[in-house]
Structures are given as structure tokens and as C-alpha cells.
């Protein structure tokens, strides 16, 4: 309508007005979606200020702790594997909720076990809901996206789960500021400090539900399971003036030519697998083996092992975590400009020499009561390396090892590539997790000096095996990807 006495809207203005309205409610329900990768960033990394109050009140063993903090990791696999198969039968904005629940139940568990055991319990059902999350989020964002936004609107889940790991150390450090005696000490509203770093969670587990009925469902299930008038409306949301029939007949060729998903599409001649799917294996895998998630998971408890208050050591932490946020942002903004593999390479150099300054500073430290103490040069030789570290991989292998996932098979092997991918790549950092308390325990210097062989062999890898998938269509991948399929 117009205003009385006024004429009506150019047409030319209106076609401008509606883009600008439709991306908005694109980016909305994008942003919406993405609330799982907070969660995901947040009840991964929520366990880093516990560590050491956990070996102290459970009485673990440097195994132990490296199993109940990686226990998560084996859940997410698993939800990861699922979650797509389910949300074709009852819908991606239900999996959502199922997610929030379990994140609740994760949540609620943890902060109330009563031993090492439930509380790896507790923790796997966590790492379920972290996986459904993983995967729901960006294939919902894809789904509801305008091919123009699709990009920026993707990043969105990344920066949400850097924002999470953020989010959960600050809380950390907030909780063990205000008890008495830190993490092993007790809240002001009662109960260890450290139940309360898990209970924190509940609050954005059910912000995540509560948001997830606000949402509409994704177009393609609609489409999928006969819905058309339903599906017509959500990309009218989001297309504005876009042709929508076209939009829906182009769904519908789409799930037509969709079959269940058969790993034997995977096998190649050489191998037992593709050559395009052994390389997003080792990058989800190199990802991993260069140690990140020891920072995300480790942090606070490594820190006071060199000499660090607990205070300082979760400052520190904090401190990784801004410049983890930082830097994505950098990624975000660099990848369709110069390229996935000069990210890459830049990325693992950097690694490469940070992780090697480390192994020296740990390796070079004199050793009191059983741990080495940084002292002098060194402690703030070490910090400075941790963040560039950090600063490495969240400007490179964070971001562009998923974007290179998700673009780099073709069409008729995607999903099952990314699920394999997918699962090689919790599997690597349930892995680290696991060892890394075990091997910091028989020497810190070792441990990163491993990191540091793996960021070398990154780099080589890259040079040797990676292309360059920036500016190629999705459907130009079988030039990557052959043979195509198999009768």
C-alpha cells in the first residue's frame, strides 16, 4: 500500500527493496541454523577448564582424562553418520530439536556425574548431539540459501562454532574467577565450579531449541515429501522475486535423480578408494594431526603444567580463542580471493614454524617437580607461538579444509565422500585427544614435536596432491572425480 496522496512505488525501486528484504530473511535463517555450530564450538571446548578438576576429583590417570575429554568425539561420528539419513525421513528443523535435547540431557548429566564413568556417558551423548549439529546446520544453510549468498551465508557455521569456543572459555574463566579455590573450588551458589562450566551449556541448548521452532523447514524435504505449497512459500522468503517454480521444478529433477548413497561409488583402481577421496581423507585427517584441538581441549591445564597460575593459564586460553575468532574472519574474506592452496601452504608453513618454536621452548625448559617451567625468554617465546599457531590454522586449514569438503567431489559422490571424510576426520581428533595427555605427560617436547612433523608433511602434501578447486563449478568436478559411477 502507499501513503494517501502519493503515488505508487517505482517499479524499479520495488525489485530493488525485495533482493535486499529476501537476503535479510536468508541471512536470518541462516544465522538461526548456525546457533548448532555454537553449540558444537561450545560443548566441545566447555571441558577445557574442568581438566584438572576432573583428575583431581575423580582420581584419573593421564589416560583417563585423555579418554572421558575425547569420549565426545566418538558420539559425534556417530551423529554425524546418522543425522543426514534421519532428517530425510522426519524433517532438518526436527533434528535440530532432537539436537537441542541431547545437548540439554549432555549438559544437565555432566554437571551432575557422580564418576568417570557416567560422566563419559554423558559425554558421548553430547558428542551425538555436536555431530547432528555438524552436519544439519550447513546442509540446512545450503538449502534455504540464494546461490548468490550461499557462500557467505556457509561461513556462517564456522564463525558460529570459533564464536563457541569462545564463548565456553570465557565462561570457564568467569565460573572459576568467582569460586573459591577455581575449578576444584566451589560456586557461590553451591557445587563445584566445575559442574557449573557444564551446566552453562543448557542455557544456548535451549536457546537453539526454542529458535529451531521458529524456523521454517527446509524447501527440499518439503519437495521431498510432497509439500510444494509449503516449500513455495519458504523461497518466496528467501528468493523475493525470484522465479520460485523454477527454483521448485529444478528440486524436484533434483530428488528424482537422488538413490541411497553406497560407499562401493568411492572405489577406485589403486588403493581401494578414489585418489579425490584419499585426498579429503588426509586433509580432514592433517587438520587434526597438527594438534589444534590440544589448544581448544588442553589449554588451561597445559599452561599451569609450565608454571602458570590457573588464573593466567584460563586468561590465556581466552586469549587463543580471540585470535582463533579473529583470523576466521581473515579466511573468510581471503578464500575466493587468492585461493584454496596458497591457504593451504601458508597455513602449514606456519604451523609448521610456530609448533617447532614450541617443541623447542618445552623441550629446552628446565624440569621442577615433574613438569617443565618456562621461565624468562621462553614462557613469553611460548605464548607468542601459540597464537600464531592458532592464527595459522584458523586463517587456513579451519575454514578452507571444510569449504574444499564440501566442493571438491562431484555430484554423484558427494554425500558418501563427505561422510567418509567426515568420519576420518572425528576419528583423527579423537585420536590426538586421547594420546596427547599420555605423551605431555612423558614429555611436552615430544608431543609438539609430533604436531610439528605433521605440519611439514601438510605442506608436502599440499604441493604433491591437493588441486586448486577456486572458481570451478560444483558440476565441473568430475574433471577431479573419475570415474564418475559404476553400473
Not at 548456525?34 to 566447555?46: E, H, I, K, Q, T
Not at 551432575?112 to 555438524?134: N, P
Not at 578464500?335 to 584454496?340: A, C, E, S, T
Request: charged content about 15%.
Amino acid at each position: 500500500m502507499t501513503a494517501p496522496g502519493s503515488g505508487p512505488t517505482p517499479a524499479g525501486d520495488q525489485e530493488r527493496d525485495e533482493p535486499s528484504h529476501s537476503a535479510a530473511v536468508a541471512a536470518l535463517l541462516a544465522g538461526a541454523a548456525a546457533l548448532g555450530g555454537f553449540l558444537f564450538g561450545y560443548d566441545s571446548s566447555v571441558i577445557n577448564g574442568t581438566v584438572d578438576a576432573l583428575k583431581e576429583t575423580f582420581g584419573l590417570s593421564g589416560f583417563a582424562v585423555g579418554f572421558v575429554v575425547s569420549a565426545a568425539l566418538l558420539g559425534c561420528a556417530a551423529g554425524a553418520w546418522f543425522a543426514g539419513p534421519i532428517s530425510d525421513r522426519i524433517g532438518r528443523v526436527r533434528v535440530m530439536l532432537i539436537a537441542s535435547a541431547l545437548f540439554v540431557i549432555s549438559s544437565l548429566g555432566s554437571a551432575l556425574a557422580f564418576s568417570a564413568a557416567d560422566l563419559t556417558l554423558w559425554r558421548l551423548v553430547g558428542g551425538v548431539a555436536i555431530g547432528a549439529a555438524s552436519v544439519i546446520a550447513p546442509a540446512y544453510i545450503a538449502e534455504i540459501a540464494p546461490a548468490e549468498l550461499r557462500g557467505r551465508l556457509g561461513s556462517l557455521q564456522q564463525m558460529a562454532i570459533v564464536l563457541g569456543i569462545f564463548a565456553a572459555l570465557v565462561v570457564d574463566y568467569v565460573i572459576a574467577n568467582v569460586s573459591d579455590g577455581g575449578a576444584t573450588g566451589t560456586f557461590p551458589w553451591g557445587g563445584g565450579a566445575w559442574r557449573w562450566m557444564f551446566a552453562s551449556c543448557v542455557i544456548p541448548a535451549v536457546m537453539y531449541g526454542v529458535i529451531a521452532t521458529t524456523i521454517p523447514e527446509s524447501p527440499r524435504y518439503l519437495v521431498k515429501k510432497h509439500e510444494t505449497a509449503r516449500a513455495r512459500q519458504v523461497l518466496l522468503r528467501v528468493m523475493g522475486r525470484g522465479d520460485v517454480d523454477v527454483k521448485i521444478n529444478e528440486i524436484v529433477r533434483s530428488i528424482a535423480a537422488d538413490r541411497p548413497v553406497h560407499l562401493r561409488d568411492l572405489r577406485g583402481n589403486r588403493l581401494g578408494l578414489l585418489p579425490i577421496v584419499w585426498i579429503g581423507i588426509l586433509l580432514s585427517v592433517f587438520q587434526q594431526f597438527v594438534g589444534i584441538n590440544v589448544i581448544f581441549y588442553y589449554s588451561s591445564s597445559l599452561w599451569q603444567a609450565v608454571g602458570f597460575s590457573e588464573d593466567d593459564a584460563m586468561l590465556t586460553s581466552v586469549i587463543n580463542s580471540i585470535v582463533n575468532v579473529a583470523f576466521t574472519l581473515v579466511a573468510i574474506a581471503l578464500v575466493d580471493r587468492i585461493g584454496r592452496r596458497p591457504l593451504l601452504l601458508a597455513g602449514a608453513a606456519g604451523m609448521a614454524v610456530s609448533l617447532g618454536a614450541l617443541t623447542v621452548c618445552f623441550a629446552t625448559a628446565p624440569v621442577v617437580d615433574g613438569d617443565p617451567n618456562l621461565g624468562g625468554v621462553a614462557g613469553p617465546v611460548a605464548l607468542v607461538a601459540a597464537n600464531v599457531f592458532v592464527a595459522s590454522f584458523a586463517a587456513t586449514w579451519g575454514p578452507v579444509v571444510w569449504v574444499m569438503l564440501g566442493e571438491m567431489f562431484n555430484n554423484f559422490i558427494r554425500a558418501s565422500a563427505l561422510a567418509v571424510a567426515a568420519a576420518a576426520q572425528w576419528l583423527a581428533n579423537w585420536v590426538i585427544t586421547t594420546t596427547f595427555p599420555g605423551i605431555s605427560g612423558f614429555s611436552l617436547g615430544l608431543a609438539y614435536g609430533i604436531y610439528t612433523l605433521f605440519s611439514v608433511l601438510a605442506f608436502v602434501f599440499v604441493i604433491r596432491a591437493v588441486p586448486e578447486t577456486k572458481g570451478r563449478e560444483l558440476e565441473d568436478m568430475d574433471e577431479l572425480t573419475a570415474p564418475r559411477s559404476r553400473a
